[in-house]
């Protein structure tokens, strides 16, 4: 049940810290404090509709803990940004501590309530369309996992390492091929593991190699770039598949 509770706090996570929080606020939040409070504040309500179909005092509880400590932890990673440090770095650990404010509130509802339950209404209707309802929840958190935070992830990871030659882009890039690219990637890898295709997988990564070929063959440093970046987004998608199914 462990794994249920902790699913369901990472995808209300993703979409606080990512899809409702766009990149202009996100810049933002860097000197101006005033957008700290305002993205704390979009976070605990996203968490709170979030819970509304698993609604529970237990888990209310857990909600407003882990909005609390994101509160928090926004704050110092405001006060460090401040400083000018490096922000992929900052973010790497940014991301970390909520992990593990996550897995141990998980911890806590796992002690106080047991098992994570739909409302009966919403649990007779999911059952109309499938066996497992919380199988949705998995896939859902799966699919939103490897898209918008998988992309600004691995971009902060690589970033270090870019060739020179290659353009400097913004730290969350926004409507870029490579990032629509890599997205469809880690989707198509989950799709094939979920249909036990694993041996497609190297079609994919070949498709996409096959694109780059010429600049691969040619410049050294972009072919070891490219090459830890492909096998960064694949492991992505594997490791997210199995957190999530």
């Not at 794994?3 to 369901?8: T, V, Y």
């Not at 305002?38 to 605990?44: A, G, T």
């Not at 509709?49 to 990673?77: E, G, M, Q, R, Y």
């Amino acid at each position: 049940m462990f794994k249920l509770i902790f699913i369901f706090f990472i995808t209300a996570h993703i979409l606080g810290d990512f899809y409702f929080q766009s990149d202009k606020l996100a810049e933002r939040k860097i000197c101006c404090y005033k957008q700290v409070l305002l993205h704390s504040l979009i976070y605990l309500l996203v968490f709170i509709v979030c819970a509304v179909p698993f609604w529970s005092p237990p888990l209310l509880i857990c909600t407003v803990i882990l909005s609390l400590a994101h509160f928090v932890i926004d704050n110092i990673k405001f006060y460090y940004l401040l400083k000018r440090r490096r922000r992929s770095v900052i973010y790497i650990a940014d991301q970390i501590m909520h992990i593990a404010c996550m897995a141990a509130a998980a911890l806590i509802f796992a002690r106080m309530a047991g098992e994570l339950k739909l409302l009966p209404f919403i649990a007779g209707f999911l059952s109309s369309v499938t066996n497992d309802p919380f199988k949705i929840l998995g896939w859902t958190g799966l699919i939103l996992v490897i898209c918008k935070p998988s992309n600004i992830t691995i971009g902060s990871i690589v970033e270090r390492y870019k060739p020179e030659n290659i353009s400097e882009v913004g730290f969350a890039e926004k409507n870029k091929i490579g990032a629509v690219i890599g997205s469809l990637e880690r989707i198509i890898i989950s799709m094939l593991m979920g249909a036990g295709q694993y041996a497609a997988i190297g079609l994919v990564l070949t498709a996409k190699s096959v694109a780059r070929f010429n600049k691969i063959s040619e410049d050294k440093q972009f072919a070891e770039y490219y090459l830890f970046g492909t096998l960064l987004s694949t492991a992505f998608a594997i490791g997210a598949y199995f957190i999530f199914i």
